[in-house]
């Protein structure tokens, strides 16, 4: 019989567990999770997006999508806009206190990174990279 650690499935769990502890430790002062987090951080690409997107890009379930934009909007790092192809829309998009955010959090952001990957040299850094983010867009290269 396997043993747990022979799993894949268990190891990536694991590293997901051990990546939001780090990355929630890290924002726990600013009042954010991880999930702000990664909104705030699809929002940085783009000029605005619809929360239905936000929900299919990230992964989140809409409802939670909705939460975490209110959570955004009260700290003034996301504001909803009108929606110029459909005025019953919102586009959800980045503030500038919302870059500033990101900017005063982006160096503390790769310590948790590299913290996590420290026992990996940069070329398998590099790997995991392109191996995790040809996983995540569902095998497409």
Excluded: C
Aim: proline share 3%.
């Amino acid at each position: 019989m396997r043993g747990l650690h022979a799993d894949t499935g268990y190891l990536l769990y694991r590293l997901g567990l051990r990546s939001g502890q780090l990355f929630n430790t890290f924002l726990q002062e600013s009042g954010l999770r991880l999930r702000h987090y990664a909104v705030l951080r699809f929002l940085s690409t783009a000029e605005g997006t619809l929360q239905r997107e936000l929900s299919a890009q990230l992964g989140y379930d809409p409802s939670a999508i909705v939460g975490l934009v209110d959570d955004l909007e009260k700290l003034g790092f996301a504001e909803r806009r009108p929606s110029p192809d459909d005025r019953r829309s919102r586009l959800v998009a980045l503030t500038g206190d919302g870059r500033a955010f990101l900017r005063d959090t982006d160096e503390a952001g790769q310590r948790v990174t590299n913290e996590l990957l420290d026992p990996l040299d940069a070329a398998e850094r590099e790997s995991l990279h392109a191996l995790l983010q040809r996983i995540t867009e569902g095998g497409r290269s």
